[in-house]
């Protein structure tokens, strides 16, 4: 079983800064892939990054440029940087940790993140 636990959420004013982090912890292997969602009150859950074992990521087209995912294998920790924050980035932000060869996914508990002047 895997337990994440999120940390690093908060209220920042338009065009600051937030780092989020996640820590796994359980059965974690270093092939999963580790991945932020987001979902914004109304809307659907959507893919902010992730970042596979070798370090490959991806990112939503919205937050390109803005945001940074990163990960410390040795750690079990998956940390995404935001920068330039908007208003329309606020939302509830979720670690998700996933098998690529399995149906196997675990979330944590989620992040709120709030930017408002």
């Known amino acids: 079983q895997v337990q994440l636990v999120e940390s690093g959420g908060g209220l920042v004013q338009p065009g600051g800064s937030l780092r989020l982090s996640c820590a796994a912890s359980?059965?974690?292997?270093?092939?999963?892939?580790m991945g932020w969602y987001r979902q914004a009150p109304g809307k659907q859950r959507e893919l902010v990054a992730r970042i596979t074992s070798d370090g490959s990521t991806n990112y939503a087209d919205s937050v390109k440029g803005r945001f940074t995912i990163s990960r410390e294998n040795a750690k079990n920790t998956v940390y995404l940087q935001m920068n330039t924050l908007k208003p329309e980035d606020t939302a509830v932000y979720y670690c998700?940790?996933?098998?690529?060869?399995?149906?196997?996914?675990?979330w944590g508990q989620g992040s709120q993140v709030t930017v408002s002047s």
């Open positions: 998700n940790v996933a098998s690529p060869f399995s149906d196997f996914s675990s």
């Open positions: 359980g059965s974690i292997f270093s092939f999963y892939v």
